[in-house]
């Protein structure tokens, strides 16, 4: 084989990513077209086989045998009637190819127009492999983290490097806030991405619930082995998010495995995602365990489950609706996304009689749990949420 040949093929085979074989492809398909720029005839079917070894071409007219005239007719350049096909080939059927070599003579050369002719179909069949390596990349890559460079700031839509290609941050996908200053470092999910005429068209987003689930992995080992599983996420970008989590394996914490020692695995989640409030509590398959704790911090007295309409009651103390309804409805609402169940939550006394006490009792033996195994359950949830959203009286109460 020729040296110069042989480095050019390793070295854009590396460059660009595709293989020997599709750069052999592309060659005989760039001789093709010279050919029929300056020898080929009006319906002829150009095939041309390179040999990289030998340096050597052979050049055919293929042709498929079509089983009726009417098809030959649509497209004679590449198909043949049966009749002529067994003037060429004995036994042709219906089917068959047909290949009649029609190399030219030994020190044949290609003309300036047909040499131009085959760079320009070999630089577009490698940009057409290129792209297609790209998507094939970026697509086996969705729903992942990948770090970027802010590239360009259009209005509010923002295009982020990620090495290869670039992708687009619509305003939709974006944290609710947040600036971007070209040049700067972020973290992004790799939400779609779409074959396009120019290039993989890449989705990307901060404020998918996916985005919460892939950080914790990053952060957490116990969540990327497996021994802690991110059971649910519930978000609003830019201002709170609630992670159901559960362990895997016995002896493990799981919330105290996404907390970290002194809460430096959480807040460094937090910090990526500038600020956001993250609530870890623990999943449980009895829903109303599962509902007290995606209502925390709030304390919870008692849950009633209508399962047909997949309805929750939740009776709280007076004093606690505010914390379990959350500002302008955020606690209540991140927990019905958490849950998958519709949560009404009621405000409730506790009087001093002794009715007001038996009522209380029988609503607490209805939710399956005592008023203090709730509130014990509840209190997993984050301090700092509680004292952002409760009244400082009430929050020194609790702690």
Not at 88 to 93: C, E, T, V, Y
Request: hydrophobic share 40%; glycine share 8%; aromatic share 4%.
């Amino acid at each position: 084989m020729n040296d110069q040949l042989e480095q050019a093929l390793e070295q854009i085979a590396e460059e660009k990513g595709i293989s020997r074989e599709d750069l052999i492809g592309m060659i005989e398909a760039s001789l093709a077209a010279a050919f029929r720029k300056d020898y080929g005839e009006k319906n002829q079917n150009i095939v041309v086989e390179f040999n990289p070894e030998t340096m050597g071409t052979k050049v055919f007219d293929v042709k498929t045998v079509a089983e009726s005239e009417t098809e030959v007719g649509e497209d004679p350049q590449k198909f043949i009637t049966l009749d002529a096909a067994k003037k060429l080939k004995k036994g042709a059927k219906a089917g068959d190819e047909i290949r009649t070599e029609i190399t030219p003579k030994t020190g044949t050369s290609y003309g300036r127009i047909a040499a131009q002719t085959a760079k320009q179909v070999i630089i577009q069949k490698l940009r057409e492999a290129e792209r297609n390596v790209q998507f094939s990349d970026f697509k086996a890559k969705e729903r992942t983290l990948q770090n970027g460079i802010i590239q360009r700031v259009e209005g509010d839509t923002v295009l982020v490097d990620l090495g290869k290609a670039a992708g687009v941050l619509f305003p939709s996908e974006q944290i609710r806030g947040e600036k971007y200053v070209i040049g700067q470092r972020v973290k992004v999910l790799i939400l779609h991405v779409e074959p396009a005429a120019k290039g993989p068209k890449i989705t990307l987003s901060r404020s998918h619930p996916d985005m919460v689930r892939k950080l914790f992995e990053l952060e957490v080992p116990e969540i990327y082995n497996g021994s802690v599983e991110i059971k649910a996420v519930a978000r609003e970008a830019g201002s709170r998010s609630k992670i159901a989590v559960i362990s895997t394996q016995d002896g493990i914490d799981p919330i105290g495995s996404c907390v970290g020692q002194k809460g430096s695995r959480v807040q460094t989640v937090m910090a990526e995602l500038s600020g956001e409030k993250i609530d870890i509590i623990e999943f449980s398959d009895d829903p109303v365990k599962f509902i007290a704790n995606a209502l925390s911090p709030a304390k919870i007295i008692n849950v009633q489950l209508d399962e047909a309409n997949k309805e929750a009651k939740v009776g709280v103390l007076e004093d606690q609706l505010s914390l379990a309804i959350g500002k302008a409805g955020q606690n209540v609402r991140l927990a019905a996304r958490l849950t998958g169940w519709k949560i009404d939550i009621n405000g409730e006394k506790i009087g001093g009689d002794e009715t007001a006490a038996d009522e209380t009792e029988s609503m607490k033996h209805e939710a399956g749990e005592t008023s203090e195994a709730v509130q014990e359950t509840a209190a997993d949830a984050s301090l700092e949420v509680a004292k952002e959203e409760a009244p400082a009286e009430e929050v020194k109460e609790n702690t």
